[in-house]
């Protein structure tokens, strides 16, 4: 049965620490949207036991990296994203060595980010997605409607390379199956009862400059917005434990009336005016427990 609304405001007032037992690490990508804020209240709404963890919208994968899953599926319809994660998963030495001969200075980065991706080998592709997310502005992965990066030059002088963080992260994703493709057609070929579903889409723009998480050349709309909810109701009916985070906005906030759901004041990172660093997310919580 779906729980009746409970809309409990909550306030962070730093970014949590990630770690949550001695198996979580660090993720390897800075993502737009990321969970670390979150972690803690997340991991509060997990299920103490499930059968396997599936998350379709991964990103930089807080939320996984933080689990200890025996057996996990995550996927993106990102597939710049999903080559790094398959490659760090299985060529982890071969992307290293790639970024050693990398520079970060703002000719090279631009030059970088001309390639065509897809003329390039898989390490090497990968080597350039975390070289990119490591020195662009704000780590801040975005790309037009023909699908190409278009994100400047960070100005960053920290190094972008650490592999302890990536051979951590090999070890990590030996277990998981990664695949590239859309949220529904993972969840249903996927889920099953007792699963634990982590749903972390773009959010819904609370102002016209909020979109920032449109990290494919694809968009998600109202109508995306609305076939999420009914795979949300699919899957808590199904008997799945499902998490999902989404902006704070009247128009998710009704959409999802039937279920408990907890409003948490988070900082932006993305922003370039400190001023506008704050905002809401909400997490809803479906199960049928």
Not at 105 to 118: F, G, K, V
Not at 120 to 144: E, H, M, Q, S
Not at 253 to 271: P, V
Request: charged content about 25%; aromatic content about 12%; proline content about 4%.
């Amino acid at each position: 049965m779906h729980k009746e609304i409970s809309n409990t405001e909550m306030t962070i007032e730093e970014p949590l620490e990630l770690l949550f037992n001695e198996t979580g690490i660090r993720p390897f990508l800075k993502w737009a949207g990321g969970k670390t804020q979150l972690l803690r209240h997340l991991h509060h709404y997990a299920p103490k036991t499930f059968n396997k963890y599936i998350e379709p919208f991964i990103g930089g994968g807080a939320m996984y990296f933080s689990l200890n899953a025996e057996q996990s599926i995550i996927a993106d319809s990102n597939e710049e994203l999903i080559i790094a994660y398959q490659q760090v998963q299985s060529n982890v030495e071969e992307v290293i060595n790639h970024l050693r001969t990398f520079h970060n200075n703002e000719e090279y980065y631009y030059e970088i980010r001309q390639m065509d991706p897809s003329q390039l080998t898989p390490d090497f592709r990968a080597a350039r997605l975390i070289y990119l997310n490591k020195t662009c502005f704000n780590g801040l992965y975005r790309v037009n409607k023909k699908g190409h990066f278009n994100v400047p030059f960070g100005k960053k002088t920290t190094k972008f390379l650490h592999e302890e963080v990536l051979r951590n992260a090999n070890g990590f994703l030996q277990n998981a199956v990664i695949q590239h493709g859309d949220y529904l057609n993972i969840l249903r070929e996927n889920a099953n009862p007792g699963d634990f579903i982590f749903l972390d889409p773009p959010y819904y723009p609370i102002s016209k400059y909020s979109d920032f998480k449109r990290y494919t050349k694809e968009f998600f709309h109202l109508e995306d917005q609305i076939n999420l909810k009914k795979e949300f109701d699919r899957l808590v009916n199904m008997g799945c434990h499902v998490l999902l985070t989404n902006s704070d906005h009247q128009i998710i906030l009704d959409l999802y009336a039937n279920y408990e759901i907890k409003t948490i004041n988070t900082k932006r990172m993305i922003s370039s005016n400190a001023k506008t660093r704050t905002g809401k997310d909400i997490i809803v919580i479906g199960s049928n427990d």
